[in-house]
């Protein structure tokens, strides 16, 4: 189905199916789980699940991953990690993490050296208490359009083109969890501080 034939009526089927996906994906992660168990591997066995990116299911009228509408929808990744060391259970973590940490991470868990060749940094400091936060913010980029996102605000645009997408937006995050409300106009100095964060990050003069 093209994306243009999409219609109102039409979501909660979509979500449904979307629904059914992830009972999918849970059952057969499930089984996945009990033979790791079965085969006796737990005990030394490091177990993520992660993903690549999430998608819109009708948010603002967009279906699938929309890069035009880069919000969490699409940009907020599932991060779960089981480790032998049972003191880990039950931890959670409040602080920006990235793709890019994934693969240092990882390394560093198995206790293997990578250098400094990888843009990421290990975030199992942030699990073991050794340090508070790795990032003062991340970075997202998805097509034509890029996103900054810290602890208080989420921004985004198009980064060249005619092609707008839903934004520029920016979003609260303290006061507007969900992303509904597009505050730009309310806060002109947080749009100007988070463009040039992209800017410098992506190393091009940004579009108005």
């Known amino acids: 189905m093209r994306l243009k034939d999409i219609r109102q009526e039409d979501l909660p089927a979509i979500r449904a199916l979307y629904?059914?996906?992830?009972?999918?994906?849970?059952?057969?992660?499930g089984r996945f789980l009990e033979r790791v168990d079965e085969l006796g591997l737990m005990?030394?066995?490091i177990i993520v699940f992660s993903t690549d990116h999430g998608t819109h299911l009708g948010e603002e009228g967009c279906v699938q991953k929309t890069p035009g509408l880069l919000n969490s929808c699409v940009a907020q990744l599932p991060l779960?990690?089981?480790h032998p060391d049972r003191s880990f259970r039950g931890k959670t973590v409040d602080a920006l993490v990235s793709a890019v940490?994934?693969?240092?991470t990882f390394l560093d868990m198995l206790g293997?050296?990578?250098g400094n060749e990888m843009d990421g940094d290990s975030f199992w400091k942030l699990a073991t208490g050794e340090a508070q936060s790795i990032h003062d913010r991340i970075f997202i980029q998805f097509g034509?359009?890029?996103?900054?996102?810290?602890l208080r605000?989420?921004?985004?645009?198009?980064?060249?083109?005619?092609?707008?997408?839903?934004?520029?937006c920016l979003y609260d995050l303290k006061e507007d969890p969900d992303e509904k409300a597009n505050v730009m106009d309310k806060?002109?100095?947080v749009v100007r501080e988070m463009r040039a964060h992209l800017e410098k990050r992506l190393g091009i003069s940004l579009p108005s």
């Open 19 to 29: 629904a059914a996906e992830v009972s999918f994906v849970d059952m057969w992660i």
């Open 43 to 45: 005990d030394d066995t």
């Open 80 to 82: 779960i990690i089981r």
């Open 101 to 104: 940490d994934y693969a240092p």
């Open 112 to 114: 293997i050296e990578e």
């Open 144 to 150: 034509n359009f890029a996103a900054v996102r810290d």
């Open 153 to 168: 605000w989420h921004y985004f645009q198009h980064t060249k083109g005619e092609n707008r997408g839903k934004g520029p």
């Open 187 to 189: 806060h002109p100095d």
